[in-house]
């Protein structure tokens, strides 16, 4: 383990003079040199703590940092000349200081820096943009398809196995339930309830293994082909090359229409808007109000309509892109997939292999590692702060693996039918109240994933209007009137907020309550929307006769 040298620390006195009235004052304050605190900061604290008056604070800053940069320069020489007699006795080998010297310097300049190799993910991905824009996209979109359709009728079997499964062990227990208490008692029927859940275990393992495995072939099997298209491609007398392009859409789409005739999708209310966001320089937007299941921006359809199908051209077409889709989902502060809408999103996200990704199993896994990484760092931080102690309370009621309300972590994915990007929000049972305000965590987190969106090129994001994704009995009229509002406006601060985040880009926010509202309370929403975005009106033009 290498030694640090422990950098020594010198008091200083620093001295200001100045007249208040008639009389003459000297401030003197003594600071540690070398400096390790901001100097605008430093300077607050001394005009708090000392009342200085407000009339001298410009002149105590100039010469407040003036005097730390002098004192710094006289250290950096003061260390400076001690190096150089270091090196004059004899006291540190020429040699090692010269390698060491060369060895920082090619390491931390670009000169220096070996090139970077295109990974296989980079070099799939820029094959995959180019050939989704080209004759062979349907092809692409066609054998996707197929794969869906092949691991859906997997999860079928497993589905129904597992049923058939609990069926046979519902019927069973009733049995031993009848014979309690004459020649059966409690350990027997505790016996038997743990036979049936290692049972289910070892079921429901096997199964999960073999889609892991097939979705796993499927991913070489895709990449593989989609490398060996690209450089079919490129060989301009192939002449199987388009045959082999024209082969499945015609294949697959007959199965597609005749399955469309068959599948029937719930109506979905939806209304849009066009606004202008800006002081001076205004930007527009587009706002939807939609009523759907959160879940169905992310759900594929076994037999697809045709706009379904553009829907999901639309996805792939914008996957490298400057054009990502993102939406909200709320959870709870354990990152994992265990239960409630996590458990419905990663049911729904392994319906359909992810070529581009990894599975979404193994990005949790990842962020679970990243969680506790920052909650040890983060209280690191506290205890220095706390002079080394910190509250025992607090760290009986804090999980490490936990996060809190108002934070929130990224999936990617392209298996899903709109969506690239989900941000998994945490939120509390808090939001189900009425009395949240506009610094409450789950504003301030969608406040933060809007930033990001703002920097990693996600123009269009859908955000629970209501913070919740299903209702319950205490959101009366008033309550879902209330909630809207506060989240309209806070969301249009926000919007406000990104022409300085990066400088006035055109976005979509898509604004999803739950399915189960009804058409009345939808169309409250709706007209509440106009009156707190500022809508674009439309002129008629009436020729003059």
Known sequence: MKSIRKTNTIEKEFMFEFKSGQHHCVLKVPLQFPLRENVNDLHGRIMLLHKIPCFVENDLKNSLVGFIE??????????????LQRLTNGEVDINTLTNSWAKAYSETTLEHARPEEPSWDEDFASVYHELIHSPASETLLNLEHSYFVSVSELISERDMELKKLQERQAAEMDKVMQELGKTLCDQDVNTVAAQHFDAQQVLENKWASELKQVTGIQKQEYQEW??????????????????EIKVQPGQLGEAGEAGARLFEEQRQLEESFTIHL??????????????SDVLDFCKHRRHSSSGVKLRRLQTALSLYSTSLCGLVLLVDNRVNSYSGIKRDFATVSRECTDFHFPRVDEQLDIIQQV???????????????????EDKNKIMDRNSSNILPGEFYITRHSNLSEVHIVFHLCVDDNVRSGNITARDPAIMG????????CTHDITTITIPLLLVHDMSEEMTIPWCLKRAELVFKCVKGFMMEMASWDGGISRTVQFLVPQS???EMFYQLSNMLPQIFRVSSTLTLTSKR
């Open 70 to 83: 002098r004192e710094t320069l006289v250290d950096y020489d003061r260390e400076a000349e001690a190096a």
């Open 226 to 243: 989609v490398m060996k298209l690209h450089r079919d491609l490129q060989n301009p007398n192939n002449s199987t090359i388009n045959e």
């Open 278 to 291: 800006g002081a001076q320089l205004k930007t527009m937007h587009n706002l939807r109000l939609v009523r």
């Open 371 to 389: 969680v506790l990484y920052a909650r040890a760092q983060r209280s690191s931080k506290q205890r220095e702060q706390n002079g080394g102690s």
């Open 446 to 453: 969608l406040r933060n994933i809007l930033k990001v969106c």
């Open 517 to 519: 509202i009804s058409e």
